[in-house]
């Protein structure tokens, strides 16, 4: 083998090491969402441009045990926010999860699949979160919500840096979404 051989070698080697990191490997976050609609009648004075595709949702985990996710029980740092909204005239929460999982790199991140339904079975809401980790971690909300107040369904699409401990607001006009990540406590 020539030098060229060694090198091109050790840099496949190299990288596959890298990239096999194992998801028990990596720093892991918890992550607490709520979503929540607007209830106030649309007033037509904000249009929002078709739905042009719906959120790719093939390789999202599901919020289930048995994953690289792990759904949280116990207290909640949202709760008292999403017990205030279940109270209020104006806005419902459509759904309130905490999660644990790996800090996977930019590239490697997996959605998590975000589902809802009205009492009736009717979807509300659909989409992915994805959180990532490079130098910040970036939460990439993908969800279109059902809204019955308007005539076709509206998307929230956006990228966001978050800060550990700190609340994060993605909104529309419609509905909105409340995130909190926190480095996880080793177990």
């Known amino acids: 083998m020539n030098w060229r051989e060694w090198a091109g070698l050790a840099v496949l080697l190299l990288w596959g090491l890298g990239a096999g990191a194992r998801a028990e490997d990596l720093p892991h976050y918890d992550v607490e969402v709520l979503v929540f609609a607007s209830l106030h009648a649309d007033d037509g004075r904000e249009a929002w441009p078709p739905l042009a595709h719906a959120p790719a949702t093939d390789r999202a985990l599901p919020f289930v045990a048995g994953n690289d996710i792990r759904p949280l029980e116990g207290p909640r740092n949202l709760q008292a926010i999403a017990d205030a909204m279940r109270r209020s005239s104006g806005y419902r929460p459509l759904l309130h999860w905490r999660w644990r999982q790996p800090g996977w790199e930019r590239g490697q991140a997996l959605p998590v699949r975000v589902l809802a339904s009205a009492a009736d079975g009717r979807p509300l809401l659909d989409g992915t979160l994805t959180l990532a980790r490079s130098r910040y971690l ?27 401990g700190e609340l994060h607001y993605l909104d529309h006009p419609r509905f909105g979404v409340l995130v909190q990540v926190n480095p996880a406590a080793r177990d």
Do not use: F, G, K, Q
């Open 138 to 164: 970036h939460l990439h909300a993908d969800l279109v919500y059902a809204d019955p107040y308007v005539d076709a369904p509206v998307a929230l699409r956006e990228v966001r840096r978050m800060r550990s």
